[in-house]
């Protein structure tokens, strides 16, 4: 679980852009390439459809 989430956390930092070369090499290092992508394209879609959903909101009010 502490895995998982601090795959997380490189993701999110990685978005933001605010992720370091020396973090970035360890965090290929500790964790897998496929929990990296898995949870970086599960974390675009909710931010395509978030970003939609607000829109929607905005345009029918």
Do not use: W
Not at 1 to 21: D, K, P, R, T, W
């Amino acid at each position: 679980m502490l895995q998982l989430f601090s795959a997380l956390q490189s993701v999110l930092a990685a978005f933001f852009g605010v992720q370091s070369e020396s973090k970035r090499n360890s965090d290929f290092k500790k964790h897998s390439p496929y929990s990296i992508i898995i949870i970086a394209i599960v974390l675009f879609i909710v931010f395509v459809f978030s970003i939609y959903a607000i829109v929607t909101l905005v345009v029918n009010t």
